[in-house]
Nanobody
């Protein structure tokens, strides 16, 4: 069973930076090498929103327009970990950030396309 564990959330002032990490745990070791790792976020009273994703083998990426130029996504092949690097954070970035994963090569931006999810980590940006 594939499991995802997030880390790195917290409280930061506007203009600051945070990096979120998501590590894949998979006893079969078959998921990570050919998967898509994604980040979504959900603010109170709002729908879950796509932020960024990366294909682990080919490193193709997709970034939401709302964070483009401020957020980047990367992966550490040896550590089975994908990271979301968030710069110039704004109060409107405050949300619970979720890591998600799917098998294959196609980048997707819809939550329903991802079968595996982490528990979420809170990011709060103060003004």
């Amino acid at each position: 069973q594939v499991q995802l564990e997030e880390s790195g959330g917290g409280l930061v002032q506007a203009g600051g930076s945070l990096t979120l990490s998501c590590t894949v745990s998979d006893p079969s070791n078959r998921h990570w090498p050919m998967s898509v790792m994604a980040w979504f976020r959900q603010a109170p009273g709002k729908e879950r929103e796509f932020v960024a994703c990366i294909q682990t083998r080919y490193r193709s990426t997709q970034i939401a327009d709302s964070v483009k130029g401020r957020f980047t996504i990367s992966r550490d092949w040896a550590k089975d970990t994908a990271s979301l690097h968030m710069n110039d954070l704004k109060p409107e970035d405050t949300a619970v950030y979720f890591c998600a994963s799917r098998s294959g090569t196609y980048l997707r931006t819809t939550p329903g396309d991802y079968p595996y999810w982490g528990q979420g980590t809170q990011v709060t940006v103060s003004s």
